[in-house]
């Protein structure tokens, strides 16, 4: 079983940066998918999640209108397009699988500054 994320980097305030996560070894299509970060000396927290089908999603009151998640079934993929990106968005980003078991991946940096 493997996610591997993509996509992190450094960017200036107010950028955008996609954020990729392949998964494998397991069956994608029946696990809802999440989006995940970790800011130094803080608890990791939910960014946004979506169900098996890509029918759902939810977002952190604190990317709402900013962030978008979405899902290729097919290609076994997940995706966090954030916009209007800020230093408080400066994390490591997880992604998330869960159905019968929790698979994570092994993060990505995100860094926002100027």
């Known amino acids: 079983v493997q996610l591997v994320e993509s996509g992190g980097g450094l960017v200036q305030p107010g950028g955008s940066l996609r954020l990729s996560c392949a998964a494998s070894?397991?069956?994608?299509?029946?696990?809802?998918m999440s989006w995940y970060r970790q800011a130094p000396g803080k608890e990791r927290e939910l960014v946004a999640a979506?169900?098996?089908?890509?029918?759902?999603?939810n977002y952190a009151d604190s990317v709402k209108g900013r962030f978008t998640i979405s899902r290729d079934n097919a290609k076994k993929s997940v995706y966090l397009q954030m916009n209007s990106l800020q230093p408080e968005d400066t994390a490591v980003y997880y992604c998330?699988?869960?159905?019968?078991?929790?698979?994570w991946g092994q993060g990505t940096q995100v860094t926002v500054s100027s």
């Open positions: 998330k699988a869960t159905f019968l078991y929790v698979y």
């Open positions: 070894g397991f069956t994608f299509s029946r696990y809802a």
């Open positions: 979506i169900d098996s089908t890509g029918g759902s999603t």
